[in-house]
Each structure stands twice: as structure tokens, then as C-alpha cells.
């Protein structure tokens, strides 16, 4: 399937193409620290809540009209906001709802979920029904209109094994639009939704799944070591599932419950980082003996949690200040319950500038920083 132009008559986004731009639910900004997963950052000038795709379509067309710019947020998980007042209207993705294409082609299950719809709740449901692919994927904070912008992945899947296309506004062109697997050029955590972040607004999402009780081929070791399985053998999606959430917990990359009493600062965090590097021959020939190399896409990939760690930074690095690495996992830069975003800069950049002095391998951020940067 190509790109397309969605009619607009179809479904709840069209009642708000060619509308007034009103939005339905505005006040003044909430400091994002309370939307964002690392918990930082600063008060937006104007806050919106979208809670379909027509108010959504409608806050970004008010707030472009008005010259505003522009923040989207949903799960908050992949951010990391500057301090301080902000000069731009966050407009909070809280649509949610999944459904169940009729689709007869290609065989298998469509499943469309809508933008703001909590990533993690559509795994565990589709997983139940026996809709599989996505079984790897469980315990990732987040929405799920976000998983595509960044290709989102881990224990050797991704996002881009199931997807089937993206439904979008097209803020350049004033358009719906369909964006299909092929048009949305995945690469490692990229897409064309990432490389252009102001031009499209996610609506909802469509997996092609399988319908079975077997996940797919396990391909990351410490998941079939823990699975009992070998590199390559299979297992059932159920098992899968609960083997990855076993693990991500074990590294504080499983979100806590506030309202069951449980706080784990380490999951104070935005995920990863850094993006693993993916190096030219001569770079990872330069590597020590040691460092773990991959097969890439234009070179050799390496991994970053074991460049911060040889760099001389262990867990729990920068304790007992305000923002230190995760005591569970060194890839996770964690607020420990007071920290600024200048806090988790400040030792980001450390990291990174400590890994690039020791191996000459710049490290890049993972979330997208919104107001601030690295230098």
C-alpha cells in the first residue's frame, strides 16, 4: 500500500477536519514534569487535552493557525523538558481505544490503536487474544502513536516487524494521511516521523499480527536463556511476555505504581539514553578485544551500556546527587526524587563526554530533548 489520502468522512478525525480550531479541553499549562516520565521540566504557556482524534486534529490546527508552537505529548516516556517557563502549547494525546480490522488480505490480524492509547495495555491485550508480534515489546512505557516515530524496540524486535501503517496529520499539506510501512523509512529507532517531528501528527496506528499460541523466533539470548530455549527456538506468547517483563523489572525498566505504595526512583527514567552506536570498520576495529560487535546497517553496531560501563561509570553513578545512573542498568539516566533537567543533563553529558574521551565514540541521545540539549 502506498501513501494515501484519508477521506475525510471517515472515522472520528474527519469531524474535525474543516472545523473551527476550537479546542475542547484548554487551560494553563501544568508544569510537564508531571507528564514525563523522568518526571522534569518546565510549565508550557498553554496545555490542551485531546481525547479524540478530532479535538486532536483541531488543538494542532488552532495552535498552527495562531503560530504557536507546538508540543505533543502522550506517555511522556522518550522526552527529557528544559526547566523553567516554556513558550509553547503541549497538546496531551489522551485518545485511546483499539479495534479489530475486517481485514480478508494478507491473512492475519489488523489491529488499529489509537495515538494516546498506553503501549503497554495494547501488548497485554492483543497478546491475550492470541494476536501475536508484539510479545517482545511488553513493559515499554508509552503511548502507542509514539512506538513508530522512534522504531521502538528491544530483546531483538521492533516496532517495524508489524507494522502496517501509520494514520497521520499532515500539518505541512492541512491533509489526513496514511503513511504505509514502506513510506515511513524505519531504520534503528528513526523513521521519517522522527527525521521530520513537526510535519505529521500520529492518529492511530495498525499492526498485522498473527493468530497462535507460539511467539516468533526468540532472537535475543538472555531472553531464551531465561525462557529455556535456544537462540532461534520458540516459546508461548504468554511466556514470552511475562520472561520480558521479568527482565525489563530486574533493570528498572518496568514503570512503578505510585498507588500500590511502590516507588522505584530507577524508573524515573526516559528508558535508554543513548542509542547504541553504530560504527564504521575502522572504529570497532579500534574497540577493544572485548566490545560487543553486531551486524548493522552501514557498519558495525556496538553497545553503549557496556561503553559507559568500561568508560569507568557504574550503576548508581552520581549518587547520592539529584539525577544519577539507574542502580539496576547504566544506560538509564534516573531522577532520583528532587532532580532538575539541567541535573539530568549534567550528568548525560558526563557520560557521554567520559565515553568519548576513553573509546573516541560519541554517544547520542535517545529521548528527544525539548527546549535544552547536550552541547
Given at each position: 500500500?502506498?501513501?494515501?489520502?484519508?477521506?475525510?468522512?471517515?472515522?472520528?478525525?474527519?469531524?474535525?477536519?474543516?472545523?473551527?480550531?476550537?479546542?475542547?479541553?484548554?487551560?494553563?499549562?501544568?508544569?510537564?514534569?508531571?507528564?514525563?516520565?523522568?518526571?522534569?521540566?518546565g510549565r508550557p504557556a498553554r496545555e490542551v487535552v485531546a481525547r479524540t482524534q478530532a479535538?486532536?486534529?483541531?488543538?494542532?490546527?488552532?495552535?498552527?493557525?495562531?503560530?504557536?508552537?507546538?508540543?505533543?505529548?502522550?506517555?511522556?516516556?522518550?522526552?527529557?523538558?528544559?526547566?523553567?517557563?516554556?513558550?509553547?502549547?503541549?497538546?496531551?494525546?489522551?485518545?485511546?481505544g483499539l479495534r479489530r480490522e475486517p481485514v480478508d488480505a494478507c491473512g492475519g490480524v489488523w489491529v488499529t490503536a489509537e495515538a494516546?492509547?498506553?503501549?503497554?495495555?495494547?501488548?497485554?491485550?492483543?497478546t491475550a487474544n492470541g494476536w501475536l508480534g508484539l510479545e517482545?515489546?511488553?513493559?515499554?512505557?508509552?503511548?502507542?502513536?509514539?512506538?513508530?516515530?522512534?522504531?521502538?524496540?528491544?530483546?531483538?524486535?521492533?516496532?517495524?516487524?508489524?507494522?502496517?501503517?501509520?494514520?497521520?496529520?499532515?500539518?505541512?499539506?492541512?491533509?489526513?494521511?496514511?503513511?504505509?510501512?514502506g513510506d515511513l523509512r524505519l531504520g534503528y529507532r528513526t523513521s521519517l516521523l522522527k527525521e521530520d517531528p513537526d510535519r505529521y501528527v500520529v492518529l492511530d496506528v495498525t499492526f498485522q499480527l498473527r493468530e497462535g499460541e507460539l511467539g516468533g523466533p526468540v532472537r535475543y539470548a538472555e531472553l531464551a536463556a531465561r525462557l529455556g530455549v535456544p537462540v532461534g527456538g520458540r516459546a508461548p506468547a504468554a511466556d514470552v511476555r511475562e520472561a520480558v517483563l521479568a527482565l525489563r523489572r530486574g533493570k528498572g525498566m518496568v514503570l512503578d505504581d505510585p498507588a500500590a505504595g511502590v516507588v522505584d526512583h530507577d524508573t524515573w527514567s526516559a528508558g535508554s539514553f543513548f542509542t547504541n552506536p553504530v560504527l564504521g570498520a575502522a572504529e570497532a576495529d579500534a574497540l577493544p578485544e572485548g566490545a560487543p560487535r553486531y551486524p548493522a546497517e552501514g557498519g558495525v553496531k556496538t553497545s553503549a551500556a557496556w561503553l559507559i560501563a568500561a568508560a569507568g561509570f557504574e550503576r548508581g553513578h552520581g549518587l547520592p546527587g539529584p539525577a544519577a545512573l539507574s542502580t539496576k542498568h547504566t544506560l538509564a539516566v534516573t531522577n532520583r526524587g528532587g532532580a532538575s533537567?539541567?541535573?539530568?543533563?549534567?550528568?548525560?553529558?558526563?557520560?557521554?563526554?567520559?565515553?568519548?574521551?576513553?573509546?573516541?565514540?560519541?554517544?547520542?541521545?535517545e529521548p528527544r530533548l525539548v527546549g535544552c540539549s547536550l552541547g
Open positions: 500500500m502506498s501513501t494515501q489520502e484519508q477521506a475525510p468522512a471517515d472515522r472520528d478525525a474527519a469531524a474535525g477536519v474543516g472545523g473551527t480550531g476550537a479546542d475542547a479541553s484548554t487551560a494553563p499549562g501544568a508544569p510537564l514534569a508531571t507528564r514525563t516520565t523522568l518526571r522534569v521540566g479535538e486532536l486534529v483541531d488543538a494542532v490546527r488552532g495552535a498552527d493557525a495562531r503560530g504557536e508552537e507546538v508540543l505533543l505529548v502522550a506517555g511522556g516516556s522518550n522526552l527529557l523538558v528544559a526547566d523553567g517557563d516554556l513558550p509553547v502549547t503541549a497538546v496531551v494525546v489522551a485518545s485511546s494516546g492509547h498506553p503501549w503497554e495495555d495494547l501488548v497485554a491485550e492483543t517482545a515489546l511488553s513493559g515499554i512505557p508509552g503511548s502507542t502513536g509514539a512506538t513508530p516515530v522512534q522504531n521502538v524496540g528491544a530483546y531483538g524486535a521492533d516496532v517495524s516487524g508489524t507494522l502496517a501503517q501509520v494514520r497521520t496529520w499532515d500539518r505541512r499539506e492541512g491533509r489526513l494521511r496514511t503513511l504505509a510501512v533537567a539541567q541535573d539530568v543533563l549534567a550528568l548525560a553529558r558526563e557520560v557521554r563526554d567520559g565515553v568519548a574521551e576513553r573509546f573516541g565514540v560519541r554517544l547520542e541521545p
